[in-house]
Every structure is written in C-alpha cells, then in structure tokens.
C-alpha cells in the first residue's frame, strides 16, 4: 500500500496546487495542512503509551496518522490560524503551544522531509551560509554582519568600492511598498548608522555584475536560470524590486560549482533550494544567498525547468 505525502503549506501557496495535481496524476495519496488553519481549523494529536506511540492530522476533515506518512513537503512551519479577536497574551500563549505540539513532529515523523525544519532553520542563517559557502569553495563578498556602528564603518571607509546593505530576514507582513531591499549606501545612510544598534544588518562590497543567477536545486537536480538583471535600472542592484520584469532562461553552470553547490546542500542536509549567484564581468561566479524555501514557479514557467517534476520525483518515492 502506497504511503501518503504530507504537503505542509498555506491556502492561497499556488506551489502547493501544482505538486498536488502532480502528486494524483502519478497516483501518490497526499494530505494538505495549511498552517494558516491550525489550530483553529484543523488538528494535531499525539497519543503515547508503555504500549504504543502515533500520532495523526485532521486537516479539511481528512485524516493522515504518522505511519502512513512517506514524505513531506514542507513549505513553512508556522502555525497561524488563530482566532482574529484573542487578545494579545493569549495568542501569545497559544502561538508557543502550536508550535511546540508542531515541533514534535520535527522529531517522531521520519520519512523523506523537504526540506525538514532543522536543516531549514540553520540554513536560512545568512552568516551560516557564508562560513559553509566559503568552506566548500564558493567565491563570496566581501561581507560584515554586525549591530557595532563604528565596526560597519570601518568596514564601509576602508571599500574602494561601494557597500549594499541586507536585512537578515525579510518580513512577509510589511505593507505594500515597504520592502526592504538590498540597497546601496549613500551619505544620508552612513549618518544614520547607529540605527544598526537595535537591528543588525549585513553590509557587503558591491560585486560589479555581467548578469545573475537564480539556481535551483532538487537533489541531484541542479536547473541554472540566468537573470539579466542589468537590463532595468530598476533591477540593476536587486532584481526583487521587479521580478517578473526580468529576462530568465535557462544557462549552463560550470562543473565546480555545480560540485560546490551539491557540498553546500549537504553540510545542511537540503534537498531543496534556491541560489542566488553574481556573475562578473569576467566570469566569477559570486554566491549572494540560499533561500531553502525559495518559489520556482516563475523559474520553470520562464526556462521551462521541470523542478515540479523533480520535487515530484523526490516526494514520491518514499512513498511507493
């Protein structure tokens, strides 16, 4: 008997839609747990005995228990289905019960994860990436991360070249047009540096760009996609002010760094991810970042990539 995947996302994650549609045609019984409805809409329960120990999700009136569970795909592990009108301690309260209930998961579940939680919270540490990046032979900026005004400073007086600036996160709750991107900074920034005190930043050289690379991996899947984001003014220091205005196509990638990227996704134990990669006017491939979480949608409908087949492939075959 086939087991289920566990497609742990949100309502309206069009990624999810397009796995599921995948997941059937290939006749692989799956479950969808949006965690936009937990727990209010849907449930976790954990039942342990000296007999026995399971565990089972309720989600859409559906029900899945722990051993029938092959794999899961796991798009975010943030419980917010909440009642809109709790107050603020007891959402408070109730947001650390979720999560730790959730987290048990992250434990006694042992199919294919992808990616699972931990491997996902240490990769998602931007100076984690640049010590591991560095370790496996990546070429990276010239990079402080740091909360000391007088420490960024010096690193910023002492550049010949220009310095970008880099939140470590980027909130997903922020009002339209208050995204913070990856900018350059100018004097009025440099006066306003002790800002940094409360919120640490990551302050990098500005590497001069032929074009970009926006790199998935599945597995042993590697799917290159060059972004021309050289084009567009608007793009030119960070193509995410206007993602779908640039040029993507599919591009080759030279064999070591192919090797590099799959050591990378090892010493994190991915197996999905999204690289972001400069390269220079001489050809330098220069690693920027990993989201392992990142959207490919808009990668495959431009390059024609078949990365929904290849996480198919990965989702599917603990479950046969």
């Avoid at 309206?12 to 747990?33: H, K, Q, S």
Wanted: charged share 20%; hydrophobic share 40%; glycine share 6%.
């Amino acid at each position: 008997m086939k087991k289920t995947c566990l497609l742990v996302t949100e309502r309206f994650e069009p990624t999810a839609d397009l796995l599921i549609a995948e997941l059937r045609r290939r006749g692989v019984p799956c479950l969808r747990w949006n965690l936009d409805q937990f727990p209010l809409g849907s449930s976790l329960t954990f039942r342990a005995s000296n007999a026995d120990f399971g565990a089972e999700v309720i989600s859409d009136g559906r029900r899945v228990d722990l051993e029938s569970i092959g794999s899961v795909w796991c798009r975010g592990f943030q419980p917010t289905g909440f009642p809109i009108d709790i107050g603020s301690a007891d959402k408070k309260f109730a947001e650390t019960e979720a999560r730790r209930v959730l987290a048990g998961l992250m434990s006694v579940v042992k199919p294919v994860w992808v990616n699972h939680p931990h491997s996902h919270a240490l990769a998602n540490s931007k100076p984690a990436q640049l010590f591991i990046a560095r370790q496996v032979g990546l070429e990276i900026p010239p990079t402080i991360i740091s909360n000391d005004p007088t420490e960024v400073g010096s690193f910023i007086s002492k550049s010949k070249e220009q310095t970008v600036y880099k939140t470590l996160s980027q909130s997903l709750e922020l009002e339209r047009g208050k995204a913070l991107f990856t900018s350059a900074i100018s004097e009025r920034e440099l006066a306003k540096l002790n800002l940094i005190r409360l919120t640490p930043g990551i302050f990098q050289r500005l590497i001069p760009k032929a074009f970009e690379l926006r790199v998935t991996v599945v597995g042993p899947h590697i799917f290159p996609a060059k972004i021309d984001s050289q084009a567009n003014v608007e793009t030119k220091i960070d193509w995410r002010h206007a993602p779908f205005e640039v040029d993507g196509q599919p591009i080759d990638l030279p064999s070591d760094v192919r090797t590099k990227i799959q050591a990378f996704m090892a010493a994190f134990g991915l197996i999905y991810g999204a690289f972001d990669f400069i390269v220079t006017p001489e050809g330098h491939h220069v690693f920027l970042e990993l989201n392992p979480s990142g959207q490919y949608m808009w990668i495959e409908a431009r390059t024609g990539h078949q990365i929904t087949g290849a996480l198919s492939d990965a989702l599917c075959q603990p479950c046969q």
